[in-house]
């Protein structure tokens, strides 16, 4: 224990005087006695045991994020961009990208009262970032976007998403209990009608904050487009979906004549407070060009990398 203790307290001797104390390599190891390289190990060794911490508070490139992000508002007409750092590494970019993204959602909700929320897998990996300490940032009323899909993904139920959600916080859920697709126009007049949709309706003209997922097309799930849409998507150049709406690059939202879903009104869509779309690293630039010029968004959440491509 003590050889381990005195091996720490030269190493933090040795990094003091080559980061405090600005000495060279070689004079450190004059001081020493031993060879520059060996002082060139040492300090590696106490950057890797964490007695060194090096942070380069790099304000250029702040600079060039803060001046994209208003380029971005600017050109798309949005009221802010965040902008995440971006990885290499798939799975450490995802969890870089959940964290920025649920502070920058809490920051947006304080001060209001009703929550939207869309799907989709990075919702869905947000959401299960909520801490239940975290339990007061979030109080009010929670209402899905969007009916539930018929597939095994939990990120595409909305109503285990609100559950989740109400779970870890002091908001009250409202649920959908029915299907984003109903299987004909019959169908979805009498779904318009029940008691349910008519106060999930009521909450969706009055949403403070939505959180809206942004995902290119062709995607999985499927959504039953084939039988939806029939082959307009392909003919007319779909890019992207949100929730279950699909749109060209134009901004343009692709109708179907089978297209029967559950889910916001695009005009209710837009009497919302605050509308933000989350683009991940996956999403093309198209999609986003696209989704952004649909008019519908306010805010977005956006990975570094795609905001350098738009």
Known sequence: MNTDNEKIQRLISIAKLYYLENMTQSEIAKIVGVSRPLISKFLTEARELGLVKIEI??????????????????????KDVYIVPSS???NLNDQIFMDYSLEYIFNQYKNSQILGIGW?????????????KDRHIFSGTVVPLIGNAPVSHRNYHTNELIRMLSE??????KYLYLPFLCSSNIEKEMFLKTENLREV????????????????????PDLATEARFGKVLQEEKAVGIFLSYYFDINGNILKGENDFSIQIPLESLKS??????????????????GALKTGFFTHIIIDSDIANLI
């Open 57 to 78: 508070n790099d304000i250029l490139k702040d600079n060039v994020q803060e001046s994209r992000s208003e380029e971005l508002c600017k050109k798309y007409n949005l």
């Open 88 to 90: 290499s590494n798939k």
């Open 120 to 132: 989709g897998n990075t919702i869905g990996g947000i959401l299960e970032r909520i801490d239940s």
């Open 168 to 173: 870890k916080t002091n908001l009250i859920s």
């Open 201 to 220: 309706s009521y909450y969706w003209n009055k949403i403070d904050c939505s959180i809206v997922q942004i995902r290119n097309f062709p995607s999985a």
């Open 272 to 289: 919302n407070k605050k509308v933000i779309g989350i683009i991940n690293k996956r999403v093309h630039p198209s999609a986003v060009i």
